[in-house]
Nanobody, 120 residues
Framework: QVQLVESGGGLVQAGGSLRLSCVAS????????MGWYRQAPGDQRELVASITSTDSTNYADSVKGRFTISRDNAKNTVYLQMNSLKPEDTAVYFC??????????????WGQGTQVTVSS
């Protein structure tokens, strides 16, 4: 069984910062790509940022220069540092992970989500 557990969400004023964490645990042989997505009410889930096992990163245009994704492979953890937050960043943030199992297969799991609310 594999679990992804997010933390760090909350309520912050516009211009503030939050740091999200996502810890992966369970039958994981190696973590490949990890990412953060978000979904606002009535909207589709969208990619915020992703990071590969070689630390290559990708960001949505709307967060470039404000958000930074990073990972700690020893802790199976991915982080999202969010600065200069805007009300339009309000959403439920989900992490996902693509990983190789001990059986050699690739799987993708999602976390349960953490709410981020930015007040104006």
């Amino acid at each position: 069984q594999v679990q992804l557990v997010e933390s760090g969400g909350g309520l912050v004023q516009a211009g503030g910062s939050l740091r999200l964490s996502c810890v992966a645990s369970g039958s994981i042989f190696s973590l490949n790509r990890m990412g953060w997505y978000r979904q606002a009410p009535g909207d589709q889930r969208e990619l915020v940022a992703s990071i590969t096992s070689t630390d290559s990163t990708n960001y949505a245009d709307s967060v470039k220069g404000r958000f930074t994704i990073s990972r700690d492979n020893a802790k199976n953890t991915v982080y999202l540092q969010m600065n200069s937050l805007k009300p339009e960043d309000t959403a439920v943030y989900f992490c996902d992970a693509v990983f190789q199992t001990y059986y050699g297969t690739l799987q993708r799991y999602w976390g349960q989500g953490t709410q981020v609310t930015v007040s104006s």
